[in-house]
């Protein structure tokens, strides 16, 4: 069964540093998105993607977040300047959205990021 | 910003008992959803709901989404100790955003 993989599973920074998350969406899926979710808290819409470009984003997704889709496969998260307060874990998920009412969106097993 | 709130927080059962839980908001969804999520995984899909009033079934789980389109609940029937995690209900508002706003979750835990 096709599934949403990331890399690495886990990441420590130092707080100022640039982290790069990755994610490899379904293969057939149009639509991919972020989440994060801090230790022991419900799971939070940061960022949707489509066509290359983002079509919405959460108030926690400023200027420090950037998304990418270098090549046909990959879809990254950026974080430019780490700050203690993004250690949590960051989930890739994707849909096929086949009309406005069904999108399913599956999720990856997260990259858990810890910033010292 | 909007909020789903699960109930319970938690739940302690006996293996073999019935569960259920529910997800409620003041917001109409579009979409209701529910995931498990096991220690240091990502959400798992359980079962998607569409239409209002529509009743789903996968295994031993049923889910339904809301007449009133603001509500759902989950009920897994004779519970095994696999079933230990925490479910979260998410869904799409009404306003055309496809972003997912979770629950707060429910953890449950099967005494075997």
């Known amino acids: 069964e096709p599934e949403v993989t990331q890399t690495p599973s886990h990441q420590v920074t130092q707080m100022g540093q640039e982290v790069i998350l990755r994610c490899v969406p379904i293969?057939?899926?149009?639509?991919f998105y972020w989440y994060r979710q801090i230790l022991g808290q419900k799971v939070e819409f940061l960022v949707s993607?489509?066509?290359?470009?983002?079509?919405?984003k959460s108030e926690i997704f400023d200027d420090q977040f950037s998304v990418e889709r270098p090549d046909g496969s990959n879809f990254t998260l950026k974080i430019r300047s780490t700050k203690l307060e993004d250690s949590a874990m960051y989930f890739c998920?994707?849909?096929?959205?086949?009309?406005?009412?069904?999108?399913?969106?599956?999720f990856g097993p997260g990259t858990r990021l810890t910033v010292l | 910003g909007q909020q789903l709130n699960q109930s319970p927080q938690s739940m302690f059962i006996q293996e073999g008992e019935d569960v259920s839980m529910n997800c409620t908001s003041s917001?109409?969804?579009?979409?209701w959803l529910w995931y498990k999520q096991e220690p240091g995984e990502g959400p798992v899909l359980l079962i998607a709901?569409?239409?209002?009033?529509e009743l789903t079934s996968n295994g031993r789980l049923t889910a339904q989404f809301g007449i009133t389109r603001k509500d759902s609940f989950l009920n897994i029937s004779a519970s095994i100790p696999s079933d230990v995690g925490i479910y979260f209900c998410?869904?799409?508002?009404?306003?055309?955003?496809?972003?997912?706003?979770f629950g707060t979750g429910t953890r449950l835990k099967v005494l075997a």
């Open positions: 993607f489509y066509n290359n470009e983002i079509s919405e």
């Open positions: 998920a994707s849909s096929v959205r086949d009309s406005p009412r069904t999108d399913t969106q599956y």
């Open positions: 709901l569409y239409k209002a009033g």
């Open positions: 998410a869904g799409q508002l009404e306003s055309g955003t496809y972003k997912y706003i």
């Open positions: 917001s109409i969804f579009n979409t």
């Open positions: 293969s057939n899926h149009l639509y």
